[in-house]
């Protein structure tokens, strides 16, 4: 059974990883420091650790898809994040990806496709 469980959690991480990207995306058409990104994203049923989130940030800034500055006016400096150009585009194509791929999957677990009757 720990095993049954540990495949489970292993397949879910995996799955959350895309999920993790397009929502963070999803949040940075307006500038946002990470912290903020981990709240948001947890007041919407998407928890993330800030030790998932920062390299990811950090990640996506170096393939061009974010801009970051940095806010020194408060007492504690914070980087803040916001789409690039390129960005935009991305987060655009990765939607579209998404709602095709949600549609298809959702046929076949909501009893579209040739399965046992779960969902």
Do not use: F, H
Not at 100 to 117: F, T
Request: proline fraction near 4%; aromatic fraction near 6%.
């Amino acid at each position: 059974m720990k095993e049954l469980t540990e495949t489970i959690n292993g397949l879910t991480q995996e799955l959350r990883r895309g999920t993790i990207i397009i929502g963070v995306l999803s949040l940075l058409s307006e500038p946002q420091y990470g912290y903020s990104l981990v709240t948001v994203l947890e007041e919407n049923g998407i928890n993330v650790d800030p030790g998932t989130l920062y390299p990811l940030l950090r990640r996506l800034e170096k393939q061009e898809l974010l801009e970051s500055s940095w806010d020194t006016n408060e007492a504690r400096p914070r980087k803040y994040y916001v789409l690039s150009p390129a960005g935009k585009e991305v987060y655009e194509q990765l939607c579209l990806e998404w709602k095709s791929l949600s549609v298809s999957i959702e046929s076949l677990i909501g009893g579209g496709g040739n399965n046992d009757g779960i969902g």
